[in-house]
């Protein structure tokens, strides 16, 4: 059985309507899901450096 926490923190109010806007979604409960979702889905979270290893993923495409 899955055990339902509530969690808080703290951010910004420019950077919780930044993500809001991001995601395309109104509530903040909703846009703090979308974003853990994604972050947690996201194959490029594991990598030590996100950014080379998409540019590395994208050369790959375009040799192909």
């Known amino acids: ?14 950077d919780l309507e930044a993500l809001k806007t991001k995601c395309g979604l109104s509530t903040t409960k909703d846009a703090v899901a979308a974003a853990v979702e994604h ?8 990598s030590g450096d996100i950014w080379a290893e998409k540019m590395k993923k994208t050369i790959e495409q375009r040799t192909k």
């Open 39 to 46: 972050y947690l889905e996201c194959p490029y979270t594991d």
């Open 1 to 14: 059985m899955t055990k339902i926490l509530h969690v808080q923190t703290v951010m910004t109010e420019e």
